[in-house]
């Protein structure tokens, strides 16, 4: 079937969205429509962690889509964002990743702007000796900055810029909710690292990629290897109401050494499957995990650029950053917890090292990207197929071989895109 797009409207060839059409990873119409229909639309986007601005005026700059906001803390405590763009003739005002700030003064003619984005003082408003100045009719009021709304939820803060979007539990859901508990608000959170990887990769094959445990046992040797997460483990996706936001986990049990010796049949001719592979110094692998639960991995995917991720016990916010049609950056913040001990710090630092552009697990994931980039860019009118673990309605699943949850991201992406509805014919 072909799925040449029409303009920037992709068409899609099934209702269940077990196919994607690769113009929405190439399009730059279509790239210009996510920014404003999705980023700037009835979404919650992760802007920072609280323990990243603990005292009045701290602040960090962050990305919403391709536009790139402040978010600070105010005398009283509350937490603003506001674009990092003047009103005046559109300079950016901050120019450091963080620090601390009373208020935002524009470098190019001082106009200077409280916290929370209002206008504060314009330099020569009334003029100079009776001559110049700002017309009668300027009016402060109307040219601050512009502004998210915000809301928090165990120290993420988030940002819209919508007044449609629903309350922040409601848009994350029960298990969201749930997780974030669990990994950030039994203990408090500090940041203990940061990394930037940029992806040759259009920003949404990150979000197939963590929603996506069919390639985690096949792309990563090493997580295979060591029994980190494997097809043979107890976990499953459980999606929200929307499909939009996703927890894919694997839990420890006594069954694993036997699954992974099981799997020999899945693998044959892979050259994957290397259980008796041995690390020369394997004490990343033997930190016992901290949480004493049994979840060994958990990656919880929000729509539309966040990840919270605890693999064995390093615990990491990914955020997707895009830039343009073909490339992402992923920004990692690390994250270890007030009270950790010495040598809770190693540990953590050396079980980073199994997550990042070099790390032990993750390395594949950003060449897996660039690889499909190029591969896609000349299938036009053509499509992807999303079909392990069956097609036709969304649902959970205790097995970690599947795509279903790659399909609700779809679903929601297409409802939020306005595109028109997809064809219910048999592909």
């Known amino acids: 079937m072909n799925t040449q797009a029409h303009g920037a409207q992709p068409v899609w060839p099934a209702a269940d969205f077990s196919?994607?059409?690769y113009e929405v990873?190439?399009?730059?119409?279509?790239?210009?429509?996510?920014?404003?229909?999705?980023?700037?639309?009835?979404?919650?986007?992760?802007?920072?962690?609280?323990?990243e601005i603990p005292q009045w005026g701290d602040y960090v700059t962050n990305w919403v889509g391709d536009t790139q906001v402040i978010v600070s803390?105010?005398?009283?405590?509350?937490?603003?964002?506001?674009?990092?763009?003047?009103?005046?003739?559109g300079a950016r005002l901050a120019d450091k990743v963080r620090g601390n700030a009373r208020r935002h003064v524009c470098p190019y003619h001082l106009w200077t702007y409280s916290l929370s984005g209002d206008l504060a003082s314009v330099p020569f408003?009334?003029?100079?000796?009776?001559?110049?100045?700002?017309?009668?009719?300027?009016d402060k009021k109307d040219h601050g900055l512009r502004k998210l709304r915000i809301a928090t939820h165990g120290g993420l803060v988030f940002g819209t810029y919508s007044d449609d979007t629903e309350p922040l539990p409601a848009y994350l859901g029960p298990h969201?909710?749930?997780?974030?508990?669990?990994?950030?608000?039994?203990?408090?959170p500090k940041v203990i690292g940061y990394l930037r990887q940029k992806i040759a990769g259009n920003w949404k094959l990150y979000n197939e990629n963590v929603r996506d445990p069919y390639h985690a046992s096949l792309l990563h040797l090493f997580q295979v290897s060591f029994g980190i997460q494997t097809p043979a483990m107890k976990g499953g996706i459980k999606l929200d109401k929307d499909g939009k936001n996703t927890w894919n986990h694997s839990i420890l049990s006594d069954d694993d050494a036997q699954g992974l010796r099981d799997l020999d049949r899945d693998y044959a001719d892979s050259g994957k499957l290397m259980p008796d592979l041995q690390m020369h110094d394997p004490a990343m692998l033997e930190v016992p995990l901290d949480l004493q639960d049994g979840y060994k991995t958990t990656l919880l995917s929000m729509f539309p650029s966040l990840v919270v991720a605890q693999v064995d016990n390093t615990y990491a916010i990914r955020h997707l950053r895009p830039k343009g049609p073909d490339a992402v950056e992923l920004h990692i913040t690390y994250l270890g917890f007030e009270g950790d001990t010495d040598e809770d710090l190693h540990n953590r630092l050396l079980q980073v090292n199994l997550i990042g552009p070099a790390g032990y697990i993750s390395m594949e994931d950003g060449e897996a990207l660039r690889l499909v980039q190029l591969g896609l860019k000349t299938r036009h009118g053509e499509h992807?197929?999303?079909?392990?673990?069956?097609?036709?309605?969304?649902?959970?699943?205790?097995?970690?071989?599947?795509?279903?949850?790659?399909?609700?991201?779809?679903?929601?992406y297409h409802q939020l895109m306005g595109f028109e509805p997809a064809a219910t014919e048999k592909v």
């Not at 990873?25 to 323990?51: H, K, Q």
């Not at 105010?74 to 005046?88: K, L």
């Not at 408003?125 to 300027?138: D, R």
């Open 384 to 412: 992807s197929v999303l079909e392990m673990g069956g097609t036709g309605e969304l649902h959970d699943t205790d097995y970690l071989s599947q795509e279903i949850s790659i399909r609700g991201f779809w679903t929601h």
């Open 125 to 138: 408003e009334k003029g100079h000796k009776g001559k110049g100045g700002m017309p009668p009719c300027f």
């Open 176 to 188: 969201s909710l749930t997780q974030i508990d669990r990994l950030l608000m039994q203990r408090t």
């Open 25 to 51: 990873f190439t399009d730059p119409r279509i790239y210009r429509l996510e920014m404003e229909r999705l980023f700037r639309g009835p979404v919650w986007n992760y802007l920072a962690m609280e323990c």
């Open 73 to 89: 803390r105010s005398r009283d405590g509350s937490i603003h964002a506001v674009e990092n763009s003047c009103a005046h003739r």
């Open 19 to 21: 196919r994607v059409p």
